[in-house]
């Protein structure tokens, strides 16, 4: 902008993230199903903080295998996938809630309720 002056500043709340060492630490393992609202938290290494971190991008494309090769979740044994993890977060934008979960809810259910019948 061609400004006459400079505005007043004033510090901003930018988040300053810094990883300890693993050294001795247990972590949990991590999948997330979830919209492209995930991809900012999974470009700042919050991957970091699990053991094994995987991103289920609309419950169709696996990160980061899908980084080197096409890789679904078509391709997994979803019941295998899932006893793997220690913590599953479902999440997404406004705008998906339509549409939550991308069948990742009803294709666990079916797997893990309706074949104990």
Same mark, same amino acid.
Do not use: C
């Given at each position: 902008m061609n400004l006459l002056f400079q505005p007043r500043t004033f510090n901003m709340a930018y988040p300053e993230i810094r990883f300890e060492s693993d /050294?001795?630490?247990t972590k949990p393992s991590l +999948?997330?199903?979830?919209?492209?609202?995930?991809?900012?938290l999974y470009s700042m290494r919050m991957g970091n903080l699990f053991?094994?971190?995987h991103f289920w991008y609309y419950n169709k494309e696996i990160y980061p295998e899908n980084f080197d090769n096409p890789f679904?979740?078509?391709d997994v044994n979803?019941? /295998? /996938?899932? #006893?793997?993890?220690?913590?599953?977060?479902? #999440?997404s934008t406004d705008a998906n809630l339509s549409n939550f979960g991308w069948?990742?809810? /009803?294709?666990?259910y079916e +797997?893990?309720?309706q074949h104990n019948i």
């Amino acid at each position: 902008m061609n400004l006459l002056f400079q505005p007043r500043t004033f510090n901003m709340a930018y988040p300053e993230i810094r990883f300890e060492s693993d /050294e001795g630490k247990t972590k949990p393992s991590l +999948v997330v199903i979830s919209d492209s609202f995930y991809w900012g938290l999974y470009s700042m290494r919050m991957g970091n903080l699990f053991a094994d971190n995987h991103f289920w991008y609309y419950n169709k494309e696996i990160y980061p295998e899908n980084f080197d090769n096409p890789f679904t979740t078509k391709d997994v044994n979803l019941q /295998e /996938e899932i #006893l793997k993890y220690d913590i599953i977060i479902i #999440l997404s934008t406004d705008a998906n809630l339509s549409n939550f979960g991308w069948g990742f809810i /009803e294709n666990a259910y079916e +797997v893990f309720y309706q074949h104990n019948i």
